[in-house]
């Protein structure tokens, strides 16, 4: 017993000792700073981002729509158990539920760049695991048949690549233990070059942009779609309509991180986000 015990403990002290090496040889030969705060990165890791950082973005957390996820900045009584923004009691929305791990802000707009202009497929896997984590808390709104990323048109797939939703969807299908389909879904439509739109311009532009593949097997499928921000909702219902009229029977949303306005963020020394205030007047 004693000698499996010492065994074990010296297993472990190598592994420290391993891990630490690997550590100091990681830093000594690729001296690269955090992407987000310049800090030289210390720990062996993929992601080029430092843990601390990781840990400070802004989890999206609070009072909240039960269906689409928007933030209730007034709160909800204690007595509403499933509340509904004013968009939702309206059915706008083509998806039966969304929601995101993140607030859209400083540092996670930053992470997401990454992701988006350089692949960072390390990224990817480190948001698919907080996704995962917020999927597998609500297993009755996510329990999916298929993972599907929201596609980007085939010309700008083409100039950059690779397709950012992509990078977090295929790790997400993997833990989740289900199929990603990656064709069920095509943009038909392209989004303009500029990049600034206004709130009605993006449901403009999405409306009809997403069509179902030929051909594809959608019927009483449920979805769980996937994408790097929700700024409107428009995207997500776009991909949501399409999937719905080719007969899947629930669409499901996941985004890494959602637009809020800007009276509704707290702020913290140099401007971080510390969170979302609950006690402000108005309703979004
Ligand atoms: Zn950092
Ligand atoms: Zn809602």
Not at 61 to 82: K, L, N, Y
Not at 139 to 166: I, S
Not at 172 to 198: F, K, M, N, Q
Request: charged letters at 25%.
């Amino acid at each position: 017993m004693h000698r499996a015990g010492s065994s074990v403990s010296r297993v472990y002290r190598l592994h420290n000792l391993f891990r630490h090496t690997l550590d100091a040889l990681a830093s000594l030969a690729v001296p690269a700073p955090c992407r987000i705060c310049d800090e030289t990165l210390t720990a062996a890791s993929r992601v080029p981002v430092c843990q601390p950082c990781l840990e400070r973005l802004p989890r999206l957390q609070g009072p909240i729509c039960s269906r689409c996820g928007r933030f209730f900045p007034s709160g909800v009584p204690a007595e509403v158990t499933e509340p509904l923004c004013q968009l939702c009691r309206r059915d706008v929305y083509a998806f039966d539920c969304a929601r995101s791990f993140g607030i859209y802000e400083r540092e996670t707009v930053k992470a997401i760049t990454l992701l988006k202009y350089e692949a960072i497929s390390p990224l990817g896997n480190w948001f698919a695991d907080r996704l995962f984590e917020l999927a597998t808390r609500h297993p009755d709104l996510f329990a999916a048949d298929v993972v599907v990323p929201v596609p980007l048109h085939a010309t700008r797939q083409k100039e950059r690549g690779f397709n950012q939703a992509e990078l977090i969807a295929r790790p997400l299908a993997r833990r989740l233990g289900i199929p990603l389909r990656t064709w069920l879904l095509v943009r038909t439509r392209p989004r303009p070059e500029r990049l600034r739109l206004s709130r009605k311009e993006r449901w403009r532009i999405v409306r009809g942009a997403y069509s179902t593949r030929e051909g594809s097997q959608v019927d009483n499928l449920r979805v769980l779609l996937v994408d790097d921000v929700f700024t409107t909702g428009a995207t997500l219902d776009a991909c949501s309509r399409a999937l719905k009229q080719a007969g899947a029977a629930y669409v499901a949303g996941l985004t890494v991180a959602r637009v809020v306005p800007d009276w509704v963020v707290v702020r913290g020394p140099a401007g971080s986000v510390q969170g979302l205030a609950t006690d402000v007047r108005g309703s979004i």
